[in-house]
């Protein structure tokens, strides 16, 4: 899932919106959607979705369009809005509780990091 401010609508594949959205009814969409590098697609059509939650937040009656291709869901302005994410002006309103990474990993990279770069780490800067 991606939260996209500069997006003016929240899309998801077919097969995620049957997964959490059963029963609901698409209607046919008016609209073009227009990716990053200018690849239009028209939805299959566009839901009303009575009820969502996120962090204690309660919004209403909000427009999810449903593409057939099968891409990361997008949450735009309107729900990123109504879920109090952003602000009018776009501010984020957004706690992380906390983040998890794989720590091995994470050592990993950090060790590459040291050894490409050793010159900075010798104290000598």
């Known amino acids: 899932m991606e939260f996209d401010p500069g997006a003016g609508v929240t899309a998801m594949s077919t097969k ?3 997964q959490h959205f059963p ?16 690849v239009s697609r028209r939805p ?15 919004a209403h009656d909000l427009e999810l369009h449903v593409v057939q291709e099968d891409v990361n869901p997008v949450i735009g ?3 990123l809005r109504a879920l109090g994410i952003i602000d009018a002006h776009n501010n984020v309103h957004l706690q992380m509780n906390s983040i998890s990474i794989d720590s091995d990993s994470f050592k990993e990279k950090l060790e590459n990091l040291k050894k490409r770069y050793s010159s900075l780490f010798d104290g000598k800067i």
């Open 16 to 18: 995620l919106f049957e």
């Open 23 to 38: 029963g609901v009814k698409l209607k046919p969409s008016k609209i073009i959607l227009s990716s990053f590098f200018k």
């Open 44 to 58: 299959m059509g566009v839901a009303q979705i009575s009820q969502i939650a996120f962090q204690n937040k309660i």
């Open 77 to 79: 302005r309107p729900w």
